[in-house]
């Protein structure tokens, strides 16, 4: 599994208000860059969870009609970026006719019912549960899973799709499962 949680080396321009000159510099700044970044989602960066140190503070600019100090920054920050094809663990967090939606690190994923198992799946609306027909698998919220990023869309609210029906992938029992009768039949092989 790759961990989907980096730590980046940012170079940024901080805008320090006359109201906090006075103020200590580094904490005034920090306090800038955690209201700018923490809990967004970049781009390239993904979702910034935390700015966790301020390594460089540039001598203030002023430009001609603002009274604010322009300041290069270089910090360190933590976020969470998916990235395709990468094995994530999560927790079903809800169950729909449609599929199920994942907790991976900040953020819910979602596996469409084509891509949960080898299976006709059905819906119990009233169990939140999603059926196999022949397996009688059965997933809810929850239930531990295993699976991989298949879509990443960046546009809007990020959008992550996941797929289950690869080997060593899906519901974590499902997977102890298959390894037991691996080892079973490799057993009663030798």
Same mark, same amino acid.
């Given at each position: ?10 170079l ?22 955690? *209201?700018t970044?923490?809990? #967004?989602?970049?781009?390239?960066l993904? +979702?910034?969870?935390? $700015?966790?140190? !301020?390594? @460089?503070? %540039? ?9 604010a ?6 910090? *360190?920050?933590?976020?969470? #970026? ?5 094995? +994530?663990?999560?927790? $079903?967090?809800? !169950?729909? @006719?449609? %599929? ?20 006709y ?7 939140? +549960? ?61």
């Amino acid at each position: 599994m790759l961990v989907l949680y980096r730590e980046y080396l940012v170079l940024d321009t901080v805008r320090v208000p006359p109201d906090k000159f006075g103020s200590d510099l580094k904490e005034v700044v920090t306090e800038l860059l955690r *209201k700018t970044y923490e809990g #967004k989602w970049d781009r390239d960066l993904g +979702v910034v969870l935390a $700015v966790t140190e !301020v390594e @460089e503070i %540039g001598v203030g600019k002023i430009i001609p009609g603002d009274g604010a100090t322009y300041h290069e920054v270089k910090f *360190k920050l933590i976020s969470f #970026k998916p990235e395709l094809q990468e094995v +994530v663990e999560g927790e $079903v967090v809800d !169950v729909a @006719e449609f %599929g199920i939606f994942v907790r991976i690190g900040p953020m819910d994923a979602l596996a469409h019912v084509s891509q949960i198992m080898e299976d006709y799946i059905s819906y119990d609306r009233k169990q939140g +549960v999603l059926i196999g027909k022949e397996s009688r698998r059965s997933i809810k919220s929850g239930d531990r899973v295993r699976a991989r990023i298949i879509a990443v869309s960046m546009k809007g609210k990020p959008k992550i799709g996941l797929t289950m029906k690869q080997p060593g992938l899906g519901k974590i029992e499902w997977i102890e499962e298959e390894v037991k009768k691996k080892e079973k039949a490799k057993a009663n092989k030798g």
